[in-house]
């Protein structure tokens, strides 16, 4: 069975302090992994999707990074307006491709 | 940009009653997604269609059904509402293989 594990639960930075998220998985064959930010009471927003290990994408001050068995989420010199759930998913490369989630990590970045 | 509806922010029905929960999205995506989102739990797929009148059971369909009669219209359907699906709803559409894009969700309260 697919799974996805993201740690830690809870994040709590200082402005400016550096660090980074974990998502491990284990997938039957991997289709692609992907980054979701979530604000409270709102729907997820797409961030990044990566096929490979090795491959990296960066967005403002995220970078997503994928090894065979877990990806990162590296935040750089985070703001306040950073605070999110950050969801991390995997998709199978076997039968319908849908997601299987982990059940995310609270940032909270204190000014 | 991709936009995906859905009908009702905030709903709260009594237990037993029948609740529809509507979506539709603009950017002729073939795949359709209904999720529950629960603290601790994640988010957790209920049904999901790849097609018009097709659909497919996710990990958690009890209690629920679905309707796909038009490509950008995915409704999901509580026949007789309990107080255990008092959760968080999230529709998402996708392209065959791809991202997932998300509504603001709909949060349901069943007394």
């Known amino acids: 069975e697919d799974q996805v594990t993201q740690s830690p639960e809870a994040l709590r930075l200082q402005e400016g302090e550096s660090s980074s998220l974990n998502c491990s998985y284990t997938?039957?064959?991997?289709?692609?992994l992907f980054w979701y930010r979530q604000d409270p009471g709102k729907g997820p927003e797409f961030l990044f999707t990566?096929?490979?290990a090795g491959e990296e994408k960066e967005k403002e001050r995220l970078k997503a990074t994928l090894t065979k068995k877990e990806s990162f989420l590296h935040i750089t010199a985070p703001k306040p307006e950073d605070s999110a759930t950050y969801l991390c998913?995997?998709?199978?490369?076997?039968?319908?491709?849908?997601?299987?989630f982990g059940t995310g990590t609270r940032l909270l970045v204190s000014p | 940009d991709v936009k995906v509806t859905q009908s009702s922010r905030y709903l709260v029905k009594r237990t037993g009653e029948k609740v529809f929960l509507e979506c539709v999205q603009d950017?002729?995506?073939?795949?359709m997604f209904w999720y529950r989102q629960d603290p601790g739990l994640g988010l957790r797929l209920i049904y999901f269609?790849?097609?018009?009148?097709?659909?497919e059971k996710g990990d958690i369909p009890e209690g629920y059904s679905v309707s796909r009669e038009k490509k950008e219209r995915f409704s999901l359907i509580l026949e007789s509402a309990s107080t255990n699906q008092t959760s968080m709803y999230l529709c998402?559409?996708?392209?065959?293989?791809?991202?997932?894009?998300f509504g603001e969700g709909s949060r349901l309260t069943v007394l």
């Open positions: 997938v039957s064959g991997l289709r692609g």
């Open positions: 990566l096929y490979s």
């Open positions: 269609s790849y097609d018009v009148k097709m659909k």
């Open positions: 998402a559409s996708s392209q065959i293989t791809g991202e997932l894009f």
């Open positions: 998913a995997v998709q199978a490369n076997t039968g319908f491709q849908k997601l299987v």
């Open positions: 950017m002729d995506h073939e795949n």
